[in-house]
């Protein structure tokens, strides 16, 4: 059979790419390696009853209409908002840091204006160089230093591996810090999860009679499905053979626990920057709603090797990004690839990014 695109990665980017080409005629062959759709965003339901996120848990939240109206033709969505507590100092806080944070770990009841006045000092009473260029200087710059090493210091050491110094300032992006008493982790106003998981969601994506799929299918290992175009969002290091270098890329070990109990812990994810090992505790009833005698938790280990999660903001990984992304244009101007997502554009997206990236880009071309 012949194919007009050949979409390596059944995650959620190829699969909206997949659906794009697919809905304007043409014919696509989708290329998975693992023998389930929906990449990292899959789940499933477990011997509890409960839906679990195979790779960590996935919380879908958006600013962008189009993309909430895209996503919910393929499923509908819960209401659920995002709150997380963290592990500081032996108690439970609510995370980002907010108003109700800082009253409670320093033992004050200060207005919303008055937190502001106090962060203003806790910078002020901070070291800080008078232009950043890193993580920890774009935090401090926020919430200065005391709930910097609070909060953020050891849980980003654990995460990547690295000091903060060493760090792009943009992650500091992902957190917010808020003067009021909003406690949810996302702001945005459109947010939830899919009511029947990711996986029926990418299910439902792929659903599409111009669309063929094999899964169990390592595309590295057999290259010879030929279209006039590729979308590709594997490893984009590995795409090129590692021309320029190997890229950095983090993994986790994953620790899934069922328990005899009903309930686990008071929130759906404890984050731990300070203590124990691993980075966070995820009770997934809590994300889901789902009800149960006992409960599924998960440990979150980062480390190094195995399967490549997270993307490693330092500069020798910009820098080297770069210079793949000079190949990356050259492929996509000459209109024979396409790259799309997390792996491939070596972007911390969030679900909604890839997918806006992967609408983008698949439209340019058709
Ligand atoms: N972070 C932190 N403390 C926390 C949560 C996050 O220092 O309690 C920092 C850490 O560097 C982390 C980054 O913020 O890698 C992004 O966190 P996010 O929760 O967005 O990570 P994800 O859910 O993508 O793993």
Not at 110 to 134: G, I, M, Q
Not at 234 to 259: I, P
């Given at each position: 059979?012949?194919?007009?695109?050949?979409?390596v990665?059944?995650?959620?980017?190829?699969?909206?790419?997949?659906?794009?080409?697919?809905?304007?005629?043409?014919?696509?062959?989708?290329?998975?390696?693992?023998?389930?759709?929906?990449?990292?965003?899959?789940?499933?339901?477990?011997?509890?009853?409960?839906?679990?996120?195979?790779?960590?848990?996935?919380?879908?939240?958006?600013?962008?209409?189009?993309?909430?109206?895209?996503?919910?033709?393929?499923?509908?969505?819960?209401?659920?908002?995002?709150?997380?507590?963290?592990?500081?100092?032996?108690?439970?806080?609510?995370?980002?840091?907010?108003?109700?944070?800082?009253?409670?770990?320093?033992?004050?009841?200060?207005?919303?204006?008055?937190?502001?006045?106090?962060?203003?000092?806790?910078?002020?009473?901070?070291?800080?160089?008078?232009?950043?260029?890193?993580?920890?200087?774009?935090?401090?710059?926020?919430?200065?230093?005391?709930?910097?090493?609070?909060?953020?210091?050891?849980y980003t050491r654990?995460?990547?591996?690295?000091?903060?110094?060493?760090?792009?300032?943009?992650l500091a992006?992902?957190?917010?810090?808020?003067?009021?008493?909003?406690?949810?982790?996302?702001v945005?106003p459109?947010?939830?999860?899919?009511?029947?998981?990711?996986?029926?969601?990418?299910?439902?994506?792929?659903?599409?009679?111009?669309?063929?799929l094999?899964?169990?299918?390592?595309?590295?290992?057999?290259?010879?499905?030929?279209?006039?175009?590729?979308?590709?969002?594997g490893?984009?290091?590995?795409?090129?053979?590692?021309?320029?270098?190997k890229?950095?890329?983090?993994?986790l070990?994953?620790?899934?626990?069922?328990?005899?109990?009903?309930?686990?812990?008071?929130?759906?994810?404890?984050?731990?920057p300070?203590?124990?090992e691993?980075t966070?505790?995820?009770?997934?009833?809590?994300?889901?709603?789902?009800?149960s005698?006992?409960?599924?938790?998960?440990?979150?280990?980062?480390?190094?090797?195995g399967?490549p999660?997270?993307?490693?903001?330092?500069k020798?990984?910009?820098?080297?990004?770069?210079?793949y992304m000079?190949?990356?244009?050259?492929?996509?101007?000459?209109?024979?690839?396409?790259?799309?997502g997390?792996?491939?554009?070596?972007?911390?997206?969030?679900?909604?990014?890839?997918i806006?990236?992967?609408?983008?880009?698949?439209?340019?071309?058709?």
């Amino acid at each position: 059979m012949e194919f007009d695109v050949v979409v390596v990665g059944a995650g959620l980017s190829g699969s909206v790419a997949a659906r794009e080409f697919a809905e304007r005629g043409k014919r696509v062959l989708v290329v998975e390696r693992h023998r389930h759709v929906a990449g990292h965003c899959h789940d499933y339901r477990d011997d509890a009853g409960i839906t679990v996120h195979t790779y960590g848990p996935h919380i879908f939240h958006t600013v962008d209409a189009e993309v909430w109206r895209y996503v919910r033709r393929f499923s509908e969505f819960s209401s659920y908002q995002h709150r997380v507590l963290s592990y500081a100092d032996g108690n439970l806080v609510p995370f980002p840091i907010n108003r109700l944070t800082i009253n409670q770990v320093f033992g004050l009841a200060l207005s919303s204006e008055e937190v502001a006045a106090f962060l203003e000092a806790e910078r002020e009473a901070s070291d800080l160089p008078e232009t950043s260029a890193n993580y920890r200087d774009a935090v401090v710059a926020q919430v200065g230093e005391r709930l910097y090493a609070m909060f953020f210091r050891n849980y980003t050491r654990k995460q990547w591996n690295r000091e903060p110094e060493e760090l792009a300032p943009e992650l500091a992006g992902r957190i917010p810090v808020r003067t009021n008493a909003d406690t949810r982790y996302f702001v945005d106003p459109y947010q939830g999860l899919p009511l029947h998981g990711y996986t029926r969601l990418v299910e439902n994506l792929l659903d599409h009679p111009g669309i063929s799929l094999l899964l169990g299918a390592d595309w590295f290992e057999a290259k010879d499905f030929h279209a006039p175009l590729t979308v590709f969002t594997g490893e984009l290091d590995r795409f090129f053979d590692y021309r320029f270098g190997k890229l950095e890329y983090r993994s986790l070990s994953l620790d899934f626990r069922t328990l005899d109990v009903e309930s686990f812990q008071e929130a759906s994810v404890v984050n731990y920057p300070n203590d124990y090992e691993w980075t966070r505790i995820t009770e997934f009833k809590k994300l889901t709603g789902e009800r149960s005698p006992k409960t599924t938790i998960l440990y979150e280990y980062p480390k190094a090797e195995g399967e490549p999660y997270y993307v490693v903001p330092s500069k020798t990984n910009t820098e080297m990004r770069e210079r793949y992304m000079v190949e990356v244009k050259r492929l996509e101007e000459k209109g024979s690839h396409l790259f799309i997502g997390r792996l491939a554009e070596y972007k911390y997206y969030n679900m909604d990014q890839a997918i806006k990236s992967a609408l983008s880009k698949a439209r340019s071309v058709v």
